[in-house]
């Protein structure tokens, strides 16, 4: 049925089909759009606006010289369906003369005891991976896979676990996180 209005029309439907590869859509979150940090002070986290080496234009966060060993930025991300993901990031080493490592930790929530956040519920961690010179492509981190639909209140960017400065820094432009379409075949 089509109903005319004065700003626009409505159509009402019995039924709307939507094939699965529309609703299970890859979620992206930006690096720059961090919930919290810890292990070193503000003043070593730097939101950049930067070029890749096609000319386009991005955000992104960097820690560098935190000061201390496993520096923490956290994100959370809502809405996550029940299905497998793979993990994706692009981690832009684009200011330092060496390469250094990072890591990527998934709960489902965090709580604070005596002032103290802790993860609570892991669903996924992947091994420090190097964040190499002027690489703008993304990286793959691994899968994991939800059983049921939910949020992911706690995910964990996590720096080297070196007091060394450059060796302990950290970036990101974004997580991506990827559905795998589960077809049955009959």
Do not use: H
């Amino acid at each position: 049925e089509e109903i005319n209005l004065s700003n626009g029309v409505i159509y009402v439907m019995k039924k709307v089909d939507v094939p699965l590869d529309k609703r299970l859509l890859t979620k992206q979150i930006e690096g720059e759009k961090n919930d919290r940090y810890f292990n070193f002070p503000r003043a070593r986290m730097f939101y950049r606006d930067r070029k890749d080496l096609s000319g386009l234009f991005f955000q992104d966060v960097m820690v560098q010289n935190p000061g201390a060993a496993k520096p923490i930025i956290t994100y959370s991300a809502k809405d996550f369906l029940s299905t497998t993901y793979k993990v994706y990031w692009r981690a832009v080493n684009d200011i330092q003369a060496n390469v250094f490592k990072q890591n990527l930790f998934i709960y489902g929530s965090s709580e604070v005891i005596d002032d103290i956040t802790t993860p609570v519920e892991k669903i996924a961690s992947f091994e420090n991976i190097n964040v190499e010179l002027n690489y703008y492509e993304d990286v793959y981190l691994g899968e994991f896979t939800l059983d049921k639909a939910r949020d992911i209140g706690y995910i964990m960017l996590q720096g080297d676990n070196t007091t060394t400065n450059n060796n302990n820094s950290l970036t990101l432009d974004y997580l991506k996180f990827v559905p795998v379409l589960k077809l049955n075949i009959p």
